[in-house]
């Protein structure tokens, strides 16, 4: 009797590869998350995107192709990190324009010092910066002063701007302005500071300086430094001590003087 023949090996089913279109949804789609802070929204999108599309391919390969985990994976993170990105954005543009406003604030408080000569509110966008004193007597000589010079203040663009970040949270900026007044249009500079609010985290502006550029008549600037506020003290207080010793050498002169004797005498009497 014939013995049963062997049965043939098993032979082993090549597995299907991955959708390349699915790898490249799901590599985005991560990236557009941890990359969510930054303007990459477009990432987000082309995750979902190419996950539909390998999805359809997957579908229609019948089994060719495989990476459905990978593709719905993309379209999930790709998703969410489009929608991060861009609530990320609106915050940012809204927090920007409450810092041109701030900035807009403080520039035209500083000017608007003698409308408002008995109030605070040129201090309500300043900060005081290391070294000075933030004094309403000196809001109100620089506003005087400049609307004396030029006219009203009208408003002002800003040219250019530098930051200096700092790892305390505190960043600092310097700006270049264009100042726009009645009688006249000047260059000007002013150092702001960006840092978190009372009770918040949220960055707020302030300002520390504001200088008004005149090369013919002097630059104007407020506040004014503690040790220039010192230095000018001194100069009066000089001033009035040199006045006070020439009043007193004037007066010692005068009673050095010797008093008059009298009208002079008339002739002898006639016998």
Known sequence: MDEPSAAPPPTSTPRAPNSRLAVASAALGWLSVLTACLPTGMFGLLAVMLGMMSLDRIKRSEGALRGRP???????????????????????????????????????????????AGSDAAFRSWSAGQGVVLRREDFLAFATESRARYGAFTGFTIQSEEREPSLTGVS???????????????????????????????????????????????????????????????????TDAAAGSSNDAAREARSAEPEDEGAPTGAGDSR
Request: net charge negative; hydrophobic share 50%.
């Open 70 to 116: 990978l593709a719905w994976n993309g379209i999930g993170a790709g998703a969410a990190g489009a929608i991060a990105s861009l609530s990320i954005s609106v915050w940012f543009t809204s927090l920007q324009e409450d810092w041109n406003g701030q900035l807009d604030a403080a520039v035209k408080g500083a000017f608007a010092a003698v409308d408002d």
């Open 172 to 238: 600092r900026i310097m700006l270049a302005l264009a100042l726009q007044f009645e009688g006249a249009r000047l260059n000007g500079s002013a150092v702001a500071r960006l840092a978190p609010g009372v009770g918040s985290f949220v960055p707020m502006l302030e300002l520390e300086s504001l200088t008004v550029r005149d090369p013919d008549r002097g630059d104007l600037s407020v506040p004014v430094r503690m040790k220039d506020a010192e230095t000018e003290a001194d100069g009066d207080r000089r």
